[in-house]
């Protein structure tokens, strides 16, 4: 914060508060707005047409057809996942059974991982926990694709 006479007042108070999280502030160099405004005129389209973002089933990963049966009927649930930050690494799961009561389980990793590692290990201790459970049909939820698609 102290390397340039630029951050004074506001720009040091947001430095400061942004420093708790992993947020780094960086300056920008200055740029006209005019120059903006002069490049974006350079290039507008013709046939213009705005971008919709409606995107049904954006949540759906996987579709599969399953062979009923009166347990398969009603599947447990698993929904999983997992956090890494310069504060730390934390996971955490949650069974969802068929009648609807929820089992958490949530840790903190001893160890220096990225996020996908956090996503893989809070997936593991999941199936952990079913395994253990001895649950036999189970749909696991995850935001991360990565994740999902490898398992």
């Known amino acids: 914060m102290m390397e ?11 430095q400061i508060l942004l420093s708790e999280f992993d947020i780094v502030y960086v300056n920008q160099k200055a740029v006209k707005g005019s120059a903006i405004a002069d490049f974006l005129a350079s290039r507008a389209l013709e046939d213009y047409e705005p971008l919709s973002f409606d995107f049904p089933n954006e949540d759906l990963m996987y579709v599969a057809t399953t062979e009923e049966d009166s347990q398969e ?22 069974l969802v059974s068929p009648n ?15 996020n996908n590692m956090a996503e893989y290990e809070a997936c593991i201790m999941g199936i952990r926990a079913a395994i253990e ?4 049909v189970l749909e696991v939820y995850g935001d991360s694709a990565l994740v999902i698609y490898q398992l």
């Open 100 to 114: 609807g009561d929820h089992y958490p389980f949530a840790s903190k990793l001893d160890f220096d991982c990225t």
């Open 4 to 14: 340039s006479n630029a951050l004074n007042g506001r720009m040091a108070r947001w």
């Open 133 to 136: 459970r001895k649950i036999k």
């Open 73 to 94: 009927s009603h599947p447990w649930k698993l929904n999983f996942d997992g956090a890494s930050n310069a504060v730390g690494n934390g996971i955490g799961a949650v």
